[in-house]
């Protein structure tokens, strides 16, 4: 077997296992590229808009704080009745 040669001889039996390899390959630089890119975008460059307090409507107890999170999260203990306070609060809220 040749070494650091990219064509094996087509006897060998490698020659599937190659392309396979260096499909693999080129998906991990692409994935790799496109992950620097997205970091460049969001750290160095600051496009996009900055996330608030709760992004992702949260449903429990931590997404009722601002973020970052004050020295004493709560002043008093919330009235906790179900499993999703928050969501619990702001239905009671909306509607």
Do not use: C, K
Not at 16 to 30: C, F, K, R, T
Not at 35 to 45: E, S, T
């Amino acid at each position: 077997m040749p070494r650091r040669i990219a064509d094996y001889p087509a006897d060998a039996g490698w020659t599937e296992l190659n392309i396979v390899a260096s499909i693999g390959s080129v998906l991990i630089a692409l994935a790799t590229a496109l992950f620097v890119w997205n970091v460049v975008q969001a750290v160095w460059l600051r496009r996009g808009a900055m996330a608030g307090p709760d992004p992702w409507e949260g449903n429990t107890l931590e997404w009722a704080t601002s973020s970052p999170p004050p020295h004493h999260n709560f002043v008093a203990i919330p009235p906790i009745r179900s499993e999703r306070p928050v969501f619990d609060a702001r239905e009671g809220a909306d509607g």
